[in-house]
């Protein structure tokens, strides 16, 4: 390969294997988790096998968040035992993606110079053409404004039955504690028929369940051309899903992330008479109280909120809700919390993901002089999370006794007796596997004899 070489390098092929081992380490969301998936598929085409250990792998590459500081701490702690590998072994090849590198650009070889390449979440479809950099000896950073190309490599995906199918990248939304929008950028819709090509690819190879991914899922399409006879927008998230809907072979059709403001009730409906789209749903709201949410800059009520459950729950009586919430955002009060923890207890979620309010680089809220000190924040986080388990236990227990269809994921990694896998409304469930009769992608009808907050336990019926 010669210097003055201009445009990117043939792609090598994989019996160039002398590239040696692998490892990829994901922190963050599902998001993060299907970059990962795919920019290990692009590092399987180019020859590289995935390593045993961590310590062994010629390559290791961290898929960073810094969606709150202690997700970011993490990823320098990590990357100091590698920095120090390399220091022993110069053929080591670090990098760093996801949304840290996005944030932290140059700065992050200027605190780790062993880093050989520090690249956004928009560029992780191209970490071929930037490995081919590093063999240059470029120490690399791909940070820039990018568009996203449509994929063309073969994700090597962690399961064969549940995969993610990304819809719509980054997000416009400005919530004002959020890093998000800063580290991934503009909207970016994929093309209905580019999403419906890769899912009938996985249904081709056997996947049975699909989850559609967007960090505001609801914003699907409006950066796309088109405008319907009746003065619609061509293409929404639930165009989208009657368009995917028939994929031959899948069985279940998930989506996440929604946000309540763009949350609308032909959405609901064409859940409600899509078979394949499970009942569960997944929408954050944050707070309870309304003046937080203004502050947060989320655009939606309680009350509408509240519309929105309403409205699933009398279309879908037994749909699963789960929620993301933030306590302790600068200035809330205690009545505020109180009545998050109110409306936790009124709605009667499934599951709440909780997180004590982090202030984050380049978002407003962060420079609030009204901060909430961390005792505060332990203490409402510690708090709330008791109210979520008892709540999910709650709602775990109309399981008792009835039969549920449960799609088999894998072996209980905890007892390989049995096989563990999902309700139709994202309930973990483990039942006996009767001696292997039980495979990955079986739909069993299973009874419920044993709750608990987060998981069942059952019999398979047949
Ligand atoms: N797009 C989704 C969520 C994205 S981030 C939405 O709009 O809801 C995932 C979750 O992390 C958020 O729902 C929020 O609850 C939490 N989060 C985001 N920024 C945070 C911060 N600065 N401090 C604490 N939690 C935060
Ligand atoms: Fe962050 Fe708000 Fe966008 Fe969600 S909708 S990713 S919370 S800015
Ligand atoms: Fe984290 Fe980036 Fe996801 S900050 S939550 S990995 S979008």
Known sequence: MTATQLSAPPAPTAAESGRGSYWITTFGCQMNKADSERMAGILESMGYREAQAELEADLVLYNTCTIRDNAEQKVYSYLGRQAQRKRTNPNLTLVVAGCVAQQEGESLLRRVPELDLVMGPQHANRLDVLLAQVEQGQQVVATEEHHILEDITTARRDSKICGWVNVIYGCNERCTYCVVPSVRGKEQSRLPEAIKLEMEGLAAQGFKEITLLGQNIDAYGRDLPGITPEGRRQHTLTDLLQFVHDVEGLERIRFATSHPRYFTERLI????????????????????????????????????????????????????????????????????????????????????????????????????PNQLSEEVKVERLREINALVERVARERSARYAGRTEQVLVEGINPKDPEQVMGRTRTNRLTFFSGDNGRWQPGDLVDVRIDEVRAFSLSGTAQA
């Open 269 to 368: 409906d064409a859940c409600a008479d899509l078979p394949k789209v499970c009942e569960h749903f997944h929408i954050p709201f944050q707070s309870g109280d309304d003046d937080v949410l203004k502050a947060m800059a989320r655009g939606y009520t309680v009350d509408r909120y509240r519309r929105i459950i309403e409205r699933i729950r009398e279309r879908m009586p037994d749909a699963s809700i789960s929620a993301d919430v933030i306590v302790a955002f600068p200035g809330e009060t205690d009545a505020q919390y109180r009545r998050t923890l109110a409306l936790i207890e009124e709605i009667g979620f499934d599951q709440v993901n909780t997180a004590a309010y982090s202030p984050r680089p380049n978002t407003p809220a962060a420079d609030w």
